[in-house]
């Protein structure tokens, strides 16, 4: 396994352990695993287990967020990181299999405020910073605890690490919703792409095939609860003028699917008329940046035009 990126905090820590230690609880997630054991408390030794594909920068993060879901889970917003140093006198009685982990993972200390603790760290801002590494899985109990501290709504929406810094200290808050309305065809048409997360408007009959995350053709309820969502995009046509347009061979190009055909027959847009696409439903989360970048490709009078552009997540605050 590689090395995690190390956190240093000045100072002497010293943690007297009452026989209340327990084992190591492994569990594994899309990008890792993780073990933990309480050591106090107040304290935990985290260690995670990236896969082998896993770029290597990422495995020092997803400690660090783990010990960040782990202290909100436990109640406290900020938490420091023992240095190496600092360690042996957490492990004052172990078994032999904890020992050989002393030097590996990290070892948390959770603190009631981030006042005079030198390199403390703010879970919030943790988990906000990683969000976009993980595809915004979070353990319920951590998202119940954003939602308490206000960076959330019961559902788990909120503010991700690609808001800008103003927007997170205002505690700006997301809907499910993501929107492009702008004109094509040098203003004939105007093409209106949202993007809905969440089962709103998912068709009835809709069944996912096996995949991570689905049971019986639906998100399970332990995905839901980590903040897995459908992510459903529709594009409205509206012709602007008052001649008949036809678009054909369109494709709409997106992080979750790829490049995917949206029509395989021609569409004709009569005068002032609009059509609207069928739905294209794939697997997302809720927690996502405040920005998507798409590119729609299609074929007009004989020549293939190409839009890359940007849906931005609306605030809740902008819902009419």
């Not at 788990?156 to 808001?163: D, E, N, V, Y």
């Not at 029509?263 to 998507?292: C, F, N, R, W």
Request: glycine content about 6%; proline content about 4%; overall charge neutral.
């Amino acid at each position: 396994m590689r090395s995690s990126v190390r956190y240093v905090v000045a100072g002497i820590i010293t943690i007297m352990l009452w026989g209340c230690t327990t084992q190591y609880s492994y569990q594994r997630v899309e990008l890792y695993g993780y073990e933990e054991r309480r050591l106090a408390d107040n304290t935990f030794h985290v260690w995670v287990e990236v896969r082998d594909n896993t770029p290597l920068n990422y495995e020092g993060q997803l400690t660090l967020r783990r010990c960040a879901e782990l202290a909100l889970e436990k109640g406290s917003r900020y938490f420091v990181l023992l240095t190496k140093e600092n360690r042996q006198s957490v492990f004052r009685e172990v078994d032999e299999a904890s020992l050989r982990r002393v030097f590996r993972g990290n070892v948390v200390r959770f603190l009631p405020n981030n006042e005079g603790v030198l390199d403390s760290q703010d879970a919030v801002s943790v988990i906000q910073k990683t969000n976009a590494m993980v595809k915004g899985r979070i353990s319920s109990k951590a998202r119940r605890a954003l939602v308490k501290l206000g960076r959330g709504t019961p559902e788990g929406i909120i503010s991700t690490s690609q808001a800008p810094a103003a927007e997170e200290q205002a505690g700006i808050v997301y809907s499910e919703y993501f929107e492009f309305n702008e004109p094509i065809l040098d203003g004939q048409v105007r093409m209106h792409l949202l993007i809905t997360l969440g089962r709103e408007r998912v068709p009835p009959l809709w069944r996912f095939t096996s995949r991570p995350f689905v049971t019986d053709g639906r998100i399970s309820k332990s995905a839901r609860a980590e903040g897995i969502a459908e992510e459903v995009y529709e594009i409205y046509f509206t012709n602007l003028g008052d001649m008949s347009i036809t678009f054909s061979q369109m494709e709409l190009q997106a992080r979750p699917f790829g490049r995917i055909e949206l029509s395989p027959a021609p569409m004709v847009l009569g005068p002032k008329q609009y059509i609207k696409t069928d739905p294209i439903v794939s697997i997302g989360s809720i927690h996502q940046p405040s920005e998507k970048e798409f590119s729609f490709r299609y074929s007009y009078a004989g020549e293939t035009e190409e839009i890359v552009g940007v849906a931005r997540r609306l605030r809740v605050d902008e819902l009419k």
